[in-house]
């Protein structure tokens, strides 16, 4: 069973930095796009950034210019590498993968999630 495990988060100083990892595991036979996407109690879960199979990369307007992502293919690791946070970036983080894991059909699969925090 393909399983996604996010790590890195914690409590930073507005203006710091955080770098998130979101790694996958099981008998997984393919990757499409992954992402990261965030979400605040009472509000819908928001986009931040997507890395494409071919490593394209698309993010969320508020967090262009400060957060990057990142894969490593072999490692069957993503990462979101987080700069000049804001308090508005509290949220909790997930990770998705669209996997096709041994003896099941292309599916998306998201972590557990995240908890960072900007204090201000």
């Known amino acids: 069973q393909v399983q996604l495990v996010e790590s890195g988060g914690g409590l930073v100083q507005s203006g710091g930095s955080l770098r998130l990892s979101c790694a996958l595991s099981g008998v997984i036979l393919g990757i499409k796009d992954m992402g990261w996407y965030r979400q605040v109690p009472g509000k819908e879960r928001e986009l931040v950034a997507l890395?494409?199979?071919?490593?394209?990369?698309n993010y969320g307007d508020s967090v262009k210019g400060r957060f990057t992502t990142t894969r490593d293919i072999a490692k069957n690791t993503m990462y979101l590498e987080m700069n000049s946070l804001k308090p508005e970036d509290t949220a909790v983080y997930y990770c998705n993968a669209r996997a096709l894991g041994h003896g099941r059909d292309w599916a998306t699969y998201w972590g557990q999630g995240t908890q960072v925090t900007v204090s201000s």
């Open positions: 890395i494409s199979g071919g490593g394209g990369t």
